[in-house]
């Protein structure tokens, strides 16, 4: 079983400055590693997501992420954050190997961008 | 292309009545999972179907709980009697092929409201 914890529920943050919405995992298996971003009233929206190779992965929106092994790690960041990426962010991982699909979900950070 | 179609976007009924939740999946893609997101828990797998078979359904919280996916484009998720705790928005997503690296696309979810 796999569970994701997101440490912080809320980030305020100023237009134009950056940003980084922090997402630890366990996982007893190899785990692919994603981050969906859902804004008001809509479904879930890929951002970018970790399958291997490089540690740096980057996705839409300008978004990135690192996925530190050592440190069961996928943080967030985005170098000047717009007020359009109000939203909330979701981390989630899936088991990559036979065992139970499905995305295993963090609670979410709520990303407040002030102007 | 169409995204995920869930119907309706927002249901209101008195406890006690059967709820039919639908979805239509992206067309190709034959994955596909019912999830439910509420404050309390976040979002939670409830079930999911690989070639309109359901593989697993450990995360259908009660008997009254029940999906089906009669054919490729289109699947139910069904709560009969409903209770004021089924309060949730419930998600459908659409996942091509069975690779778990491959995302899942979210629908904009169906907000249920049980009196």
């Known amino acids: 079983a796999q569970s994701v914890t997101q440490l912080d529920s809320q980030v305020p943050v100023f237009e134009e400055a950056p940003v980084e919405l922090r997402c630890n995992y366990s996982?007893?298996?190899?785990?692919?590693l994603f981050w969906y971003v859902q804004y008001p009233n809509q479904g879930l929206q890929l951002l970018l997501k970790y399958l291997s190779g490089s540690t740096l992965v980057k996705g839409i929106n300008g978004f990135e992420a690192e996925f530190n092994k050592s440190q069961t790690s996928f943080h967030l960041r985005k170098p000047s954050v717009h007020i359009s990426d109000t939203a909330e962010y979701f981390c989630?991982?899936?088991?990559?190997?036979?065992?139970?699909?499905?995305?295993?979900f963090g609670k979410g950070t709520h990303l407040i961008i002030q102007p | 292309d169409a995204g995920v179609i869930q119907s309706p976007r927002h249901e209101v009924t008195e406890m006690g009545q059967e709820v039919t939740l639908r979805c239509k999946p992206i067309?190709?893609?034959?994955?596909l999972f019912w999830y439910r997101q509420t404050m309390m828990r976040g979002l939670e797998l409830l079930i999911y179907f690989n070639n309109n078979v359901p593989i697993d359904d450990s995360g259908m919280p009660e008997d009254r709980f029940s999906a089906k996916m009669p054919n490729a484009s289109f699947s139910t998720l069904k709560i009969q009697p409903s209770e004021p705790r089924d309060s949730a928005v419930y998600f459908c997503a659409s996942r091509s092929g069975q690779g778990r690296n491959q995302p899942q696309h979210f629908g904009d979810g169906t907000r249920l409201s049980i009196l």
């Open positions: 996982s007893s298996v190899s785990v692919y």
């Open positions: 989630a991982v899936s088991d990559s190997g036979g065992g139970a699909d499905g995305l295993t």
């Open positions: 067309s190709g893609h034959n994955s």
